[in-house]
């Protein structure tokens, strides 16, 4: 049973836009939220974070948000430009199976534009 | 710069063989762990390890096997391979129990004939 979801397979944006790509969640114990962005032939990468004790987190061009009550997170990347056509997989963690265990989405393919 | 690499990148097998994957990493992380990546499954965690000696059995362990006899490595061995282990491995690995982050390798298309 998929623990995290993200039911958008594709999503496609003009360059300068903002890309929003959203993740939910079933279980309520997960507590640390990241997002990874893969390109083909590689491995994931690590982008961004952020705790349940916060609701918002910003690096850059790009802001996780969490909402709690909803089991909800996005992704907002401003303005979006074409190197950040990849996919894009959120992850959850519990505390109950630590920070090493990491459950992932299916992941979201974003095309960037020119 | 540290690293972590996998070998070979793709591999064709048979049904039956052993097979098995290279993960080496130069971060001197005490963790590192295995994931298979399928369609609509995203990435699914098989073996981990939180240091030399120690393994663990992920979500999706049936048919793979791993050992640590240094820092640096982590095999993933499938015994006897399937058509069902098809699939694209990565290596990872993190710092201790604490870190969330998860450094990857580049991946390894397997595909079991």
């Known amino acids: 049973d998929q623990q995290v979801k993200q039911n958008s397979p594709s999503l496609s944006v003009q360059e300068g836009r903002i890309s929003i790509l959203n993740c939910d969640y079933t279980?309520?114990?997960?507590?640390?939220f990241l997002w990874y962005k893969k390109y083909p032939a590689e491995g994931p990468t690590f982008l961004i974070s952020?705790?349940?004790?916060?609701d918002k987190n910003e690096d850059g061009r790009f802001t996780v948000f969490l909402n709690k009550s909803a089991k909800h997170l996005s992704l907002h990347i401003v303005p979006s430009q074409p190197g950040d056509s990849a996919v894009y997989f959120c992850a959850a963690s519990s505390p109950r199976t630590g920070a090493n265990n990491l459950f992932f989405g299916t992941g979201t393919r974003l095309t960037v534009i020119p | 710069d540290a690293e972590i690499t996998q070998s070979p990148r793709h591999k064709i097998t048979e049904t039956g063989r052993q097979v098995t994957l290279a993960c080496h990493q130069t971060w001197n992380h005490n963790n590192m762990f295995w994931y298979r990546q399928d369609l609509g499954h995203g990435l699914r965690l098989i073996h981990y390890?939180?240091?030399?000696?120690?393994?663990n059995k992920g979500e999706v362990s049936d048919g793979y096997s791993v050992s640590r006899s240094n820092t640096e490595d982590l095999p993933l061995t499938l015994e006897s391979a399937a058509s069902s282990q098809t699939s694209v491995y990565f290596c990872?690995?993190?710092?201790?129990?604490?870190?969330?982050?998860?450094?990857f390798g580049p991946g390894t298309r397997l595909t079991v004939t």
């Open positions: 952020i705790s349940s004790i916060k």
């Open positions: 390890s939180y240091g030399v000696h120690d393994t």
């Open positions: 279980n309520s114990m997960f507590d640390y």
């Open positions: 990872a690995s993190s710092q201790d129990r604490t870190s969330y982050e998860q450094y």
